[in-house]
């Protein structure tokens, strides 16, 4: 069965420092892929996605992804975290040729503490 | 661009009534719409596929007769819970996929919290 997994279940980390939030995919021939962002009591927020061309891929609020197909991972990044990331980051992944659907990730915390 | 509204933002009902949410593409047509369910701290689960003009698609384990699920305009899905219980109680959240360009990006409501007392 397809699945996506996000290995980190929470990620603490003080602000302005780098950041990387793990993402593996189930293997297809041809997968998109992206990363959403839910703030407490709200819905999700695309980051960030990756269709086609080039692997790395950026996105809102200065995050950005690589999409590496031999290990299939799409890891998300960030140089300097803020207070202000603080949410929950949902990896979800739909495959080439489906109607659509998207298979998401457990979700991974991220916590920036002063 | 690509705005998707979802109304209530919150709601709290007795056991054993009916609630409504609505999913509105603000600024697109979307033939297709997505109903998803978070139970707390965890992902979204997929509950049906909602497609405008016909029946929707639901997935394993959700009850059709308990959430039902009309999709009649290119505009707007709706979501009834019928009869909620307390173990109904959770947020749920809308998606609308572009009817035009790549079919495989989803646009987001806000989502909706129910409390059934």
């Known amino acids: 069965a397809q699945s996506v997994t996000q290995l980190d279940s929470q990620v603490p980390v003080f602000e302005e420092a780098p950041v990387e939030l793990r993402c593996n995919y189930s293997s297809s021939v041809s997968v998109y892929l992206f990363w959403y962002v839910q703030y407490p009591n709200q819905g999700l927020q695309l980051l960030l996605k990756y269709l086609s061309g080039s692997t790395l891929v950026k996105g809102i609020n200065g995050f950005e992804a690589e999409f590496n197909k031999s290990q299939t991972s799409f890891h998300l990044r960030k140089p300097s975290v803020h207070i202000s990331d603080t949410a929950e980051y949902f990896c979800a992944v739909s495959y080439g040729g489906s109607q659509g659907n998207l298979i998401f990730g457990k979700g991974t915390k991220l916590s920036v503490k002063p | 661009g690509a705005v998707v509204s979802q109304h209530p933002s919150r709601v709290i009902c007795k056991s054993g009534t009916s609630v409504k949410i609505e999913c509105r593409s603000l600024d697109f047509q979307a033939t297709t719409m997505f109903w998803y369910r978070q139970f707390p701290k965890q992902s979204l689960m997929l509950m049906a596929t909602?497609?405008?003009?016909?029946?929707?698609?639901?997935e394993q384990g959700v009850e059709k007769d308990k959430f039902l699920i009309n999709h009649a305009s290119l505009t707007l899905s709706t979501l009834t819970v019928t009869s909620a219980h307390p173990e109904d109680s959770s947020f749920y959240i809308c998606s609308a996929r572009l009817d035009r360009g790549i079919k495989n990006i989803q646009y987001f409501g806000a989502g909706t919290r129910l409390s059934v007392l």
């Open positions: 909602s497609n405008e003009g016909s029946k929707a698609t639901y």
